[in-house]
């Protein structure tokens, strides 16, 4: 990996920190970079993403020009452009979001997932412990996960640190792989590593293949709302920017090797939420109310469709102080009223290549 002169200049300034966070270009990287960028001119923030589907510039344009951001086009599969990268930069922290993130997607195709969540994060692994050499004061390699790693819970019950992994998806099973990487590097080799699952976000910048902006983008255009099996599943939902804040009280002052959970105390049954969101269109469309709900459609349920989700945050809020802000339907507002004022960003992440997926998937369902 050549160096450009301007590339070494910035290299060299007296950053405070270096830090990589791949993933950036994706819905939570995106708001994870640019609170750091925001909030750290101390630091050099390198953001590396391979710009798959869900990977879009476009979500950093407000940043991207900021001199202590840069982008780095990468594979993380790429065990060598891994490698160069720790090379050319000496990283003090990695936070690590690059992943294939949908459950559809794994069920169709669980290949990419094995490659990207598995494979990438040791070649991570790999890149920092060669980068740091046994010399881990100061550096940290924080993971982010998700708490689909737990499995599925009945009616009752909360997801805590301690319960045990039983993944049920080729999603889930590639994250709780990467985890149990995570910790084993830690164990053998002693890289100062920390994890944190978290539950359904939601927010700005989603990918509309995930439940709420598929939803908001169907309604918005008269299309049905295709909603699972009954209807009945739980996930407990947490707004994009609480789970950012989280991220960076975690990356300066979580425990090493410790884990946390990250939650919104927010369990929505999926069609409520729906029905609320129907509710919001309706308001903000102007439509007559209960015309959006005509538009719900139950369709084939997912195959090992997880029943609910809920996870105990307890730990965090009581070491961190975090707790989330905005209410879940403040939340759902900010959210519609974004998607509505950004019509152009919607077009443009909406593919060819996602409407083909789009159509392989409910069709016939
Ligand atoms: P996303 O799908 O929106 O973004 C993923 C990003 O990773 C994209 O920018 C993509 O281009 C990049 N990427 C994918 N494969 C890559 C590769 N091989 N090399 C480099 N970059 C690659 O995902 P998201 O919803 O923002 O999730 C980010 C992370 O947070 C993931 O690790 C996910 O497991 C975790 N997580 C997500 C949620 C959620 O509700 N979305 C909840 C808990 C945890
Ligand atoms: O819990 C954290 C996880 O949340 C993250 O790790 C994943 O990356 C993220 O995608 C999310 O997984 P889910 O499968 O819970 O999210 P999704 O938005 O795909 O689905 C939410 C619920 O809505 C789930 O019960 C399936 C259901 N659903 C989803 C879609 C896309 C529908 O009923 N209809 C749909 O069209």
């Given amino acids: 990996m050549g160096e450009s002169r301007q590339e070494e200049k910035l290299i060299n300034m007296n950053w405070e920190k270096t830090i990589l966070i791949t993933g950036g270009a994706g819905f939570i990287g995106s708001h994870v970079v640019r609170r750091f960028v925001t909030r750290y001119p101390s630091y050099l923030v390198i953001n590396a993403d391979k710009l798959t589907y869900a990977g879009n510039l476009e979500n950093l344009a407000d940043i991207d020009f900021k001199k202590n951001y840069s982008f780095e086009k990468i594979d993380i599969v790429n065990k060598e452009a891994v490698l160069g990268l720790f090379r050319k930069y000496n990283f003090d922290g990695v936070i690590h979001l690059a992943a294939e993130s949908h459950v559809d997607r794994s069920i169709t195709g669980p290949d990419e997932f094995v490659f990207t969540n598995i494979v990438g994060t040791v070649n991570l692994l790999n890149g920092a412990l060669a980068s740091w050499q046994k010399d881990f004061i100061g550096k940290l390699f ?54 944190s699952n978290c539950s359904n976000n939601y927010g700005p910048n989603q990918f509309p293949e995930k439940l709420i902006p598929l939803a908001i983008n169907n309604i918005k255009n008269n299309k049905a709302v295709p909603v699972y099996g009954k209807g009945e599943n739980i996930r407990d939902w947490l707004y994009v920017e609480d789970h950012v804040s989280a991220i960076d009280l975690i990356f300066h002052n979580g425990k090493p090797c410790e884990t946390y959970n990250i939650g919104g105390n927010n369990e929505w049954k999926n069609i409520d939420l729906i029905r609320m969101l129907c509710r919001i269109m309706d308001k903000k469309l102007n439509r007559t109310a209960g015309t959006s709900e005509k538009l719900i459609t139950f369709v084939k349920d997912r195959p090992g469709h997880d029943l609910r989700y809920a996870i105990d945050s307890s730990k965090l809020q009581k070491e961190m102080n975090w707790s989330p802000i905005p209410k879940f339907e403040e939340g759902l507002e900010k959210t519609v009223d974004w998607y509505l004022s950004n019509q152009k960003w919607l077009d443009n992440v909406i593919s060819g290549d996602y409407e083909k997926y789009y159509d392989s998937m409910y069709s016939g369902r």
């Fill in 142 to 195: 924080y993971h982010i996960s998700t708490d689909e790693v737990y499995g599925s819970l009945g009616s009752e019950g909360m997801f805590t640190e301690e319960t045990a992994y039983d993944p049920k998806s080729p999603y889930s099973a590639s994250k709780a792989s990467s985890d149990h990487l995570v910790r084993a590097y830690n164990h053998t080799f002693g890289l100062p590593v920390v994890i």
